[in-house]
Nanobody, 119 residues
Framework: QVQLVESGGGLVRAGESLRLSCSGS????????MGWYRQSTGDQRRMVAI??????EYSESVKGRFTISRDKAKNTVTLQMNNLKVEDTAVYYC??????????????WGQGTQVTVSS
């Protein structure tokens, strides 16, 4: 079992910054994917940034503004969000993805943290 706890959300103005943190506990291995997704009202949950092995992936909408970092020893992942835009407003979820077979995986989720960006 994996437990994830996020922190760092809040209300900011456009152009400002926020830093999200996620602390994981339980059976997390260095080979598991770990990252952030977000879900705005009326939309599906979408990938923001993930770290899988030595690979980092960002959604096009946040490239150049957000930076993800992972500490495998501590099972933590942070998301530095700069130059926030109104459209970044969403609930942000920490995620761990564990692959147990080819193209088969299980996702663990945190409880989510609200990020609201005002104009």
């Amino acid at each position: 079992q994996v437990q994830l706890v996020e922190s760092g959300g809040g209300l900011v103005r456009a152009g400002e910054s926020l830093r999200l943190s996620c602390s994981g506990s339980g059976s997390i291995s260095s080979g598991d994917g770990m990252g952030w997704y977000r879900q705005s009202t009326g939309d599906q949950r979408r990938m923001v940034a993930i770290v899988r092995g030595d690979t980092t992936e960002y959604s096009e909408s946040v490239k150049g503004r957000f930076t993800i970092s992972r500490d495998k020893a501590k099972n933590t992942v942070t998301l530095q969000m700069n130059n926030l835009k109104v459209e970044d407003t969403a609930v942000y979820y920490c995620n761990v993805r564990q692959e147990y077979a080819i193209r088969s995986f299980y996702d663990y989720w945190g409880q989510g943290t609200q990020v609201t960006v005002s104009s």
